[in-house]
């Protein structure tokens, strides 16, 4: 594989290094920057519009600064347009949802008629906050390039060959983003270098993404990490309700009202066995270390009791599924996936789907039953398996 300008200049990784490109190219042409606006806004532009980078929102003291914020004149009238964008790196905690409250503050104040919230992203994959458009990178280049009718990308050395190595990158993304589910997954993961845009933590959300896909119900994600001196594919998998809630430290709402319930697969990198556990844990959503709850003092203990009650909930009903009971920190039950360097996703898929199904009904039962003898807030409205 070549180098191409951003491998030479060492930004080929660096989100910010994308983000100004495609501000400059939108200030490059008034043409591109209205017709981009009114294709996702569906507002005309009457007067005004520039493309600004990173700017922090008025009056706030906190890291709250959008990606991409365009104020235009409309037929609507001052019409905001926010692109948070994204390469590698993930939604940051309640980010988007922060930013649709920023924007809904400056309409209630009568600073905005309205705004837009664009999701910018390789795959075209969606916030965590509702409201959001979800675009591809892809999708807005080529949408730029049917709005560049003065071919200013064409004019401008220096944009021109920023512009066009960067087109060029999504086009080898697109043509590299499918799965093959009959491929073997480490075989698929590992044997090909990392290519521009297809790194190998992006094989893995690509895998993720194609594994959910087919499991129906279930939510989830895939990446390379490295825990304890060693890589490893994670797979995390969970229906929508076994997430309670969101914690914020100094927040009003209990640590204990905050839980995620969740499988994880995890598959060492270098591979030299026969089985990939899958586990289920009960921890604090969002994530926090042992040390780190113990930190917390007494606001733990909630969390902690409860976990302890769906442990003991769930441990009486396993007989007969497979599942073996476990009582570590955060792990409460395991299951012995077969895995082998010639798994894949298709037979990954079909060995976790019974598993999966078979002991789901227990969890939900089992937190039921936990968040009911802890008087949780969030069990008084916690559906079954058969009310969904």
């Known amino acids: 594989m070549q180098p191409d300008l951003f491998d030479i200049l060492d930004v080929s990784q660096r989100e910010d290094s994308y983000t100004r ?13 209205e017709h981009v606006f009114a294709q996702l806004t569906g507002k005309r532009v009457f007067s005004g519009g520039i493309a600004q980078f990173r700017k922090q929102f008025a009056g706030k003291r906190s890291n709250d600064i959008p990606d991409v914020v365009i104020d235009a004149q409309s037929d609507s009238g001052l019409w905001r347009l926010l692109i948070e964008s994204k390469i590698q790196s ?3 905690e309640y980010q988007c949802a922060r930013y649709t409250d920023e924007c809904r503050l400056a309409v209630a104040g009568g600073e905005l008629a ?3 919230l664009v999701y910018l992203t390789l795959s075209g994959q969606s916030p965590n906050a509702p409201g959001w458009i979800s675009v591809s990178h892809f999708e807005l280049a080529q949408l730029i390039g049917k709005c560049d009718v003065e ?5 401008k050395p220096a944009l021109s060959l920023a512009w066009s190595t960067f087109v060029a990158r999504l086009t080898h993304y697109e043509g590299h983003c499918g799965v093959n589910e009959n491929a073997s997954i480490l075989d698929w993961l590992l044997q090909t270098e990392d290519q521009y845009f297809v790194t190998r933590n992006e094989r893995a959300r690509m895998l993720g993404s194609t594994l959910v896909t087919a499991l129906g119900d279930f939510a989830g994600f895939s990446r390379i990490m490295t825990k304890q001196g060693r890589e490893q594919l994670l797979i995390q998998l969970w229906l929508p309700r076994w997430a309670t809630g969101v914690w914020i430290e100094n927040g009003d709402v209990p640590l204990e ?3 995620s319930v969740h499988f994880e697969l995890d598959v060492p990198i270098p591979f030299n ?8 844990h009960c921890e604090a959503n969002p994530y926090l270390s042992q040390s780190e709850v113990k930190g917390l003092g007494n606001c733990a203990d909630g969390f902690l009791a409860f976990a302890d009650c769906f442990r003991d909930s769930l441990h009486g009903s396993l007989d007969g599924t497979g599942w073996q009971p476990t009582n570590s920190w955060l792990q409460k039950a395991r299951w012995p996936c077969p895995f082998e360097k010639a798994t894949t996703i298709a037979s990954l898929r079909n060995s976790i789907r019974p598993q999966l199904e078979n002991v789901a009904a227990k969890i939900d039962a089992a937190m039921m039953d936990a968040g009911k003898r802890r008087n949780l807030k969030w ?5 079954s398996r058969q009310q969904q």
Do not use: M
């Open 21 to 33: 490109l495609i501000v400059e190219v939108l200030n490059s042409s008034p043409a591109i920057l």
């Open 90 to 92: 993930s939604e940051g």
């Open 114 to 116: 309205g705004f837009t």
């Open 151 to 155: 071919r200013v990308l064409q004019s």
């Open 257 to 259: 009202e905050c839980v």
């Open 273 to 280: 066995r026969s089985i990939a556990t899958l586990h289920l």
């Open 379 to 383: 069990s008084r409205s916690f559906p």
